[in-house]
């Protein structure tokens, strides 16, 4: 059997180190915003996933870590986590698995061929898939927009600015996964003031202009065909006024071709201007005036970050979802894209909050994701109308639990609906969105969940709207055309001389951009509160 893969081969001898992990990150990370910490369970899951690689390694005769970054690597990670959320014959946990046969993947979320383990070519199929792949939520930082951001928040943010560009973006979407759109977005700052000579910290990692520029390069080495779309980051309670930020939609709305608009009510920029108010609620005057604003332009999308608690600048209160209900009533024409969907709303760090389960309709404190199913509820809004479920970064919250993940997909078709859940992963920070990709090629909810709680299958016809039709459909793309014109572009001419000359899982080691450690993040996040700064 091949043993190894050209991009490991053609590594220089200088070149840093690879550490030895499963394709799925199992230990502490971070997108700049949050931190999440590696719990007991994923550090006994990552020791099971290696454990059991090295045995499967030694079976094929190949070295471990090839043999991770192989799509045998992928499925023997997969069935590790299958096993250990108890779907494999034991309910205890990842303790006594170690011991565990090929044989025993049984059934579950994640139910994977265990022949594949040991197969390249059952292997590929397990992992490979032509859906259309269309993340809603990704970021790269521009090195420009950051030159007003003092040197304190640099020496910590600067290393995930650098990593994170606009090229590493475009390999990393686009050469190095299979997905086939994206929207462009942005974390939240402060404007500017008109005076050149005023000096004073402010601005987004990337701005509004940087997003349209951004674009439409990547469109054109694409053929203009429109691969990128962006939003607007918009700022409700920024001191500079509400009259200042409606005028700046009108602006980029009429001459910028913006496809949406962006609001992180949780954000808090009275930490850096005192003339600023710290957080809001959607159902507060000034974000009315942005939704009534952009629905009188004619761009009725608006997403928001909801749940995922952020740090010290950030507002939990105002992170919790429960005005979503409130503006969907009121604004039946607009659609309201809730970034996280929710995820451990209630919380003040994702450390505390426990594994998504079943929504409980008599819990008088619903959190997490049951908070936003809540708020729907309340305000009598259903399935499929106009609230969407985004999930980049809840992902990274459920996707080592299989039936975590399997209550939170299955809440989300049953309340918000099949049609209003797209996919998102808050890449280019975690690396190429890949990964996630074939986890969620392999997800399903078992026939006891669905008929215990009522979800909805995720079967290949959910599993496609998830992924992409969807968001087509929310953004007016039409799949069919898009994808053609896709497989002319310059780029997928160049990721198929890429796929030939260097292999398939070029993405394999990947480690996340933000800081990895406790500490790091806590002197980020104090030097980055100082200015507003995410992180």
């Given at each position: 059997m091949k043993t190894k893969f050209p991009w490991l081969t053609r590594r220089k001898k200088?070149?840093?180190?690879?550490?030895?992990?499963?394709?799925?990150?199992?230990?502490?990370?971070?997108?700049?915003?949050?931190?999440?910490?590696?719990?007991?369970?994923?550090?006994k899951l990552r020791e099971f996933v290696l454990r059991k690689a090295d045995d499967n390694a030694r079976r094929v005769g190949m070295d471990r870590r090839d043999f991770l970054a192989s799509a045998m690597g992928m499925v023997t990670t997969l069935w590790c986590i299958n096993w250990a959320s108890g779907c494999g014959g034991s309910s205890s946990g990842v303790g006594p698995v170690a011991d565990a046969g090929k044989d025993a993947g049984g059934?579950?979320?994640?139910?994977?061929?265990?022949?594949?383990?040991f197969d390249p070519n059952a292997a590929c199929e397990v992992v490979s898939g032509d859906q259309f792949i269309f993340d809603v939520q990704t970021h790269w930082f521009s090195s420009e927009d950051t030159r007003r951001f003092p040197p304190s928040v640099l020496t910590t943010f600067g290393p995930l600015f650098v990593i994170a560009n606009e090229n590493r973006y475009i390999n990393q979407m686009f050469l190095n996964s299979d997905t086939t759109?994206?929207?462009?977005?942005s974390w939240p700052g402060t404007a500017c003031p008109?005076?050149?000579?005023?000096?004073?910290?402010?601005?987004l990692p990337l701005s509004n202009e940087s997003m349209v520029a951004s674009r439409d390069k990547i469109n054109q080495l694409a053929f203009n065909t429109q691969r990128v779309v962006q939003?607007?980051?918009?700022?409700?309670?920024?001191?500079?006024?509400?009259?200042?930020q409606k005028e700046l939609m009108t602006k980029l709305y009429c001459d910028r071709g913006v496809s949406g608009w962006k609001m992180y009510p949780g954000f808090n920029p009275g930490s850096i201007d005192p003339r600023g108010v710290g957080g809001y609620f959607l159902d507060e005057a000034e974000p009315r005036q942005i939704i009534e604003h952009g629905l009188s332009l004619g761009l009725n999308r608006f997403c928001v970050h909801k749940g995922l608690p952020i740090g010290a600048f950030f507002l939990k209160e105002h992170n919790h979802p429960r005005d979503v209900g409130v503006v969907a009533k009121d604004y039946p024409q607009a659609n309201f894209i809730i970034y996280h969907s929710g995820i451990c709303s209630g919380f003040d760090t994702t450390a505390e909050a426990p594994p998504e389960g079943p929504y409980d309709p008599a819990d008088p404190d619903p959190k997490g994701v049951n908070a936003l199913i809540r708020s729907l509820a309340d305000n009598g809004i259903g399935p499929n109308q106009n609230v969407y479920a985004e999930v980049g970064s809840a992902l990274d919250q459920v996707r080592n639990n299989a039936t975590a993940s399997a209550h939170f997909f299955g809440k989300l078709m049953k309340y918000v609906g099949v049609d209003r859940v797209v996919w998102g992963t808050d890449c280019v920070i975690y690396g190429s969105p890949q990964p996630y990709i074939e986890w969620f090629r392999n997800l399903t909810i078992p026939e006891e969940l669905q008929q215990q709680y009522g979800y909805p299958p995720l079967?290949?016809?959910?599993?496609?709207?998830?992924?992409g039709l969807n968001a087509a459909k929310l953004y007016g793309i039409d799949v069919q055309a898009k994808r053609c014109r896709v497989q002319t572009s310059e780029l997928e001419r160049l990721r198929r001389q890429l796929d030939e000359e260097y292999g398939t899982r070029r993405w394999a080691f990947q480690e996340p951009a933000g800081p990895k450690t406790w500490s790091e993040y806590v002197e980020h996040s104090k030097r980055s509160a100082l200015v507003g700064r995410p992180g």
């Open positions: 200088t070149d840093p180190e690879i550490l030895l992990e499963p394709p799925l990150w199992m230990k502490s990370c971070s997108n700049g915003e949050y931190f999440h910490f590696q719990t007991p369970y994923e550090k059934g579950g979320p994640l139910c994977v061929p265990p022949d594949a383990m759109m994206a929207v462009l977005t008109d005076d050149p000579s005023n000096m004073d910290p402010c601005g939003h607007f980051q918009l700022l409700p309670k920024d001191p500079t006024g509400i009259d200042k079967d290949a016809t959910n599993r496609a709207k998830i992924f």
